[in-house]
């Protein structure tokens, strides 16, 4: 038995909503500290420190890459937010659970469609690199998987189970 590792990390695309609520607040925080500087009220440096505390923390909510590592037929997905926080997310073991590998909008993933119970989106959002669906088993149900696969990846996961994996 050969050992195998991939590592691929994607970088979720910046949402413009993400964007707009960081300036927003620190405009807002900004303002709150000029006006306390005007009145002396201390309620203006409790309401700054507030929206720099929700600027701060929205840097965790909208700044996600995704890293896939496949060991030995155990692929892994690990979310990690800010670039200092990693979180796993999902886990699977590709050589019970993989139902079919696939191109997102192939024709291979029509027969899963309405037996799928659940999504999950590990991609980066931008649209540059074409998505492919991972249909597996999740206890006794069938969950969609959308994730970005580099030649590396989508090799190493075909030599696990050849029948599976389709690249068209």
């Known amino acids: 038995m050969s050992d ?9 695309k910046n949402s413009p909503m993400g964007k707009a609520l960081r300036a927003a607040c620190i405009f807002m925080g900004i303002t709150q500290i000029l006006l306390y500087v005007l009145s002396k009220g201390f309620f203006f440096v409790g309401t700054a420190l507030l929206f720099f505390g929700i600027a701060y923390f929205s840097n965790f909510v909208f700044r996600v890459e995704y ?6 037929r155990q692929l892994s997905v690990d979310k990690i937010m800010n670039r200092s926080k990693r979180k796993k997310v999902a886990e699977y073991d590709l050589s019970t659970e993989l139902e079919m590998f696939a191109p997102l909008g192939s024709p291979h993933l029509d027969y899963y469609k309405d037996m799928v ?26 969950e969609l998987v959308k994730m970005e696969a580099n030649d590396e990846l989508l090799e190493q996961i075909s030599m696990i189970s050849p029948r599976k994996v389709f690249k068209d």
Do not use: C, Q
């Open 117 to 142: 119970s659940a999504e999950r989106d590990f991609t980066s959002g931008t649209g540059e690199s074409t998505v492919f669906g991972l249909v597996v088993h999740v206890e006794k149900t069938l």
């Open 4 to 12: 195998t590792y991939v590592e691929l990390l994607i970088k979720r």
């Open 67 to 72: 890293e896939y590592l496949l060991v030995d």
